[in-house]
């Protein structure tokens, strides 16, 4: 059964920091690159970071020397590091393999809010 479990998020001020967790299936996260999406309100899901088997990342522009995406093996687990959060950071943030396509199954998400 698939298990894609996000936490983490809050109500953070703008330039504060947070780190979202995500625990996986160990059949997807050990075969699949995973990654971080992000769904703001009225907007459709973004591509934010993602990690490959071997540890390779890549960041969107707008994420780029911000957000870290780093993998615990041992807890089949996905972390995003967000710092210097903005405003315009504030979203629904979901993990899922990469590529993954809108009829795949997708966790609920995590709620994080970039506010004074």
């Known amino acids: 059964q698939v298990q894609l479990a996000e936490s983490g998020g809050e109500l953070v001020q703008p330039g504060g920091s947070l780190r979202l967790s995500c625990v996986v299936s160990?059949?997807?996260?050990?075969?699949?690159?995973m990654a971080w999406y992000r769904q703001a309100p009225g907007k459709q899901r973004d591509f934010v970071a993602r990690i490959t088997p071997r540890g390779t990342t890549t960041y969107s522009d707008p994420v780029k020397g911000r957000f870290t995406i780093s993998r615990d093996n041992a807890k089949n687990t996905v972390y995003l590091q967000m710092n210097s959060l903005k405003p315009d950071d504030t979203a629904v943030y979901f993990c899922?393999?990469?590529?993954?396509?809108?009829?795949?199954?997708w966790g609920q998400g995590t709620q994080v809010t970039v506010s004074s």
């Open positions: 899922n393999k990469f590529l993954a396509s809108q009829t795949d199954y």
């Open positions: 160990r059949t997807i996260f050990e075969i699949y690159p």
